[in-house]
Each structure stands twice: as structure tokens, then as C-alpha cells.
């Protein structure tokens, strides 16, 4: 199964400033930009922190969520830390390090017990002319390393190798007629003739020019949903 989710923005904690009766011109803003997603296999929402600040509460699996931060400087050191939303109890936390106006994505994997979370720098480059760029990211924890093809079922087609659980692969390029035609998930080192965990075709939500991640997940938040690749807009600029 592939699923397309538009990415809902979370609520953001604003910090108000006293009014002044003179205000002085003040320093620019320094922004930093995530994309947080929850695939956690439990049965409760996450609330995101960076350092003490709330980012945003309620983030439900399998949807995506917008963020800024805002940074005392241009490159910034921050513990950023996954909780459960209803009691606060931590779940993973990780050390980043953020720069000013760069993107990042964020995204909790796995179980409680054995909790995993990223974080990776987006590239907002656009694609070449007449592609679009994607990168896989492997989320479920019970499935082993996989080789991903597109446009086919063809050892020519193979574009990833054992890809493995928790990570994120390079961006690669590739057409919509390629897209269009095929993504194929197969267990690593093997055909997809031979054995298909996940097969999409006819797929009509790549265009031209845009950036994507794709995510190997679990279709719900257990172990024991069937899995899927969800589609989501990267940011460019």
C-alpha cells in the first residue's frame, strides 16, 4: 500500500515580547525549519522539545508536521526530545546540531523499549531539470534490509541495496515515467520475481521538480499492521 499525506503544521510555542515605547531596530531572526514524523509502534501521540521548549504536542502516527525553531546563532547545538503526549514521559532523545535556515528531518522509530530517532539534513536543492529527487527512509523495525526498484522489475532497475532498518538513504534523481511505472520493495539481494514485500504501480503523485521522502513503515501503530510506503513533500528552495 502507498499513501500521500499533506503535512498538517504544529502548534508552535510563541514566545510574546514586552512593548517598548522607543523600540531599538533588534537583531534579524534566526530560524531553523523540521519535519517531524512519528513512527513509533505505541498507543500514544508524541510531543516534540527542543531543549525546554515545547514544539508541538498531539502528533499522531504516520502523520508528517511542520516546525520552526527559533536560534540564539547561526549554528546551534540542541537537544531535541520525543515525549508522550499524554504523560510527558520521555521516549528518546537526541543531540543535533541545527544551522540557520536549514531544514531537517526528524522522526521517531521503533517500540518504547527499543526506541530510535533521527535526526538528518534535508537537501532543498531542486532537482535536475525534467527529474524529481527522493530519499528512502526504513521505519519498520520487524522487517530486515531491502532493495528498492523503480520503473521495473529488472536487476537494471535496482536502485537502493539493503537498505536497513533506521536509516536514510541518499537522494537519488529519477523521472515520473520511471515512478509512474513501478516501486518495488523486495527483501535485500533478492528479485522481485523471486519474493515482493511492497509493489506500487501506475503511481501518479511524483511530479516534476519536486523533492520526496519515502517511508517503509508499518500502516498503523503496531507490529502487527500490514506495511506501506507513505509519500512525503521535502521542501525546496
Request: with cysteine; aromatic share 10%.
Amino acid at each position: 500500500m502507498i499513501k500521500h499525506v499533506a503535512a498538517p503544521l504544529m502548534v508552535l510555542l510563541i514566545s510574546l515580547q514586552g512593548c517598548l515605547k522607543d523600540p531599538e531596530p533588534g537583531p534579524q531572526t534566526i530560524y531553523t525549519y523540521q519535519y517531524y514524523y512519528n513512527y513509533l509502534t505505541e498507543d500514544f501521540d508524541l510531543q516534540w522539545k527542543i531543549d525546554d521548549a515545547i514544539i508541538g504536542t498531539g502528533h499522531t502516527y504516520g502523520f508528517p508536521a511542520r516546525a520552526q525553531f527559533e536560534m540564539d546563532s547561526a549554528e546551534q547545538e540542541v537537544l531535541i526530545r520525543a515525549e508522550n503526549s499524554d504523560s510527558g514521559e520521555l521516549v528518546d532523545s537526541i543531540s543535533c546540531v541545527l544551522l540557520e535556515n536549514a531544514s531537517y528531518m526528524i522522526a521517531q522509530l521503533g517500540s518504547k523499549e527499543e526506541p530510535y530517532l533521527l535526526c538528518e539534513l534535508m537537501d532543498t536543492r531542486m532537482p535536475a531539470t525534467g527529474l524529481l529527487k527522493l530519499r528512502f527512509m526504513h521505519a519498520a523495525a520487524t522487517m530486515d534490509p531491502v532493495d528498492i526498484y523503480i520503473g521495473g522489475d529488472l536487476p537494471e532497475n535496482k536502485v537502493l541495496s539493503s537498505v536497513e532498518y533506521a536509516s536514510v538513504t541518499e537522494y537519488i534523481e529519477s523521472s515520473e515515467e520511471e515512478l509512474w511505472n513501478a516501486i518495488i520493495v523486495t527483501p535485500a539481494n533478492t528479485l522481485p520475481a523471486d519474493s515482493t514485500i511492497l509493489s506500487y504501480r501506475f503511481n501518479t503523485i511524483f511530479q516534476t521538480g519536486w523533492v520526496y521522502l519515502c517511508t517503509i513503515a508499518h500502516s498503523e501503530n503496531s507490529i502487527e499492521s500490514s506495511y506501506m510506503i507513505e509519500v512525503d513533500d521535502q521542501p525546496i528552495y
